[in-house]
């Protein structure tokens, strides 16, 4: 779209490669959906029709973490669960992503109890962080577009983290 | 639990017998003698009744509403822990019960010392009642004799306290900080300790470059 009539001509085009993974990936985001509470219904709304996420390439919603490369923690992270999201966490490959949604999974939200993960970026690193509670599916699109930035950065020749 | 319709002469919030001593409830009323005499006092507030007795006596009476007076839905079976409070033991164990054709609710309150080991189940009453008691087990500490698997339900099975004991603290004692922290060195996934706790919400995102980036992005909204 719009591409092809600025290659012009023979049809070639000069790029780096560098640039041309980060511009496909960026572009095909396949979303991990680890819903737990309230926020996955918005998350859920993101992903149908009237919001559409698939505007955006990132609407391959997979079950199995080893075919996503976006982790979307959505909803309270208690004791029991954090092992599991480690174990999927583990379980994506690289390169992955991680979307903190709403206040429940980057802080806790009001629930400051024995039980509860006051935030999942003690234990797992996370990019981008969604405030709200819930926050609302145009709040989850922007932060899509927040890893899409994060995503057009990254370099080819390092981790993504860095080594 | 207050679904059930006050009856219009009961003085509201009285805890204390009352002097010109009231008609008691029907089903207390059906009870027989010897069972009805170990109840210590009948409680009525917001159309809610409750008997209070001591432990080993609820056995008895929960028999009787089970089989004779068809109350064959057990709600819950709860704790209170009444740790501070000037009572005469620290523990309640609570029993909600309901009989489903003249929707009638009944708890019973049993007093439950801190030295006792254990308060007789009820699992052969109700089949409810099996995880009605794993809870208050994983809550409270509570030992129910009888209870065939009287595992922890909601916390992880290692997990090393009572948490709704008022003598545990709210926030915990440290477990939900026993987690290392997972993340990707190179080609592989290392374990750290974790972040220090707590962290800022937004970290990396509300710097002063980013501030400058959404204000120079956003357009002014349209009238």
Redesign the interface.
Known sequence: MGLESMIGGEGFLTTKINDLVNWGRKNALWPMPFGTACCAIEMMATFSGRYDISRFGAEVVRFTPRQSDLLIVSGRIC??M??VL?KI??QMP?P?WVISMGACA??GGVF????????V?????VD??V?GCPPRPESLLDAVF?VQKIVSGEKLDS???G? | MSDDTPPPETPPGDASPSNQQPAPHPVRAALPPLIESRILDEVTHGGQTWFIVRTPDQRAILEHLRFEQNFEFLKDITAIDFLGRDTIERFQVVYVLYRIPDKLNIRLHAWLPEEVESVPSVVDLWDSARWSERETHDMFGIVFDGNPDLRRLL??ED?PAF?LLKD??????G???Q?????????E?VEDA??P???S???G?HTPEYVEEVQRESKPRKK
Do not use: A, W
Not at chain 1, 121 to 125: K, L, N, S, T
Not at chain 2, 179 to 187: E, S
């Open positions: 004791l029991k954090m092992p480690q966490y583990r690289e992955k980057s802080c400051d109890t024995y039980t509860m993960i006051q935030g970026d003690q234990f797992i690193p981008v962080y405030p927040e981790g993504k983290h080594s | 916390m992880p997990f948490p545990y603290p709210l926030k915990g004692r477990e939900r900080r987690f290392p922290l997972v993340r990707p060195r190179g080609n996934m974790p972040l706790y707590p962290v919400i937004g970290r995102m």
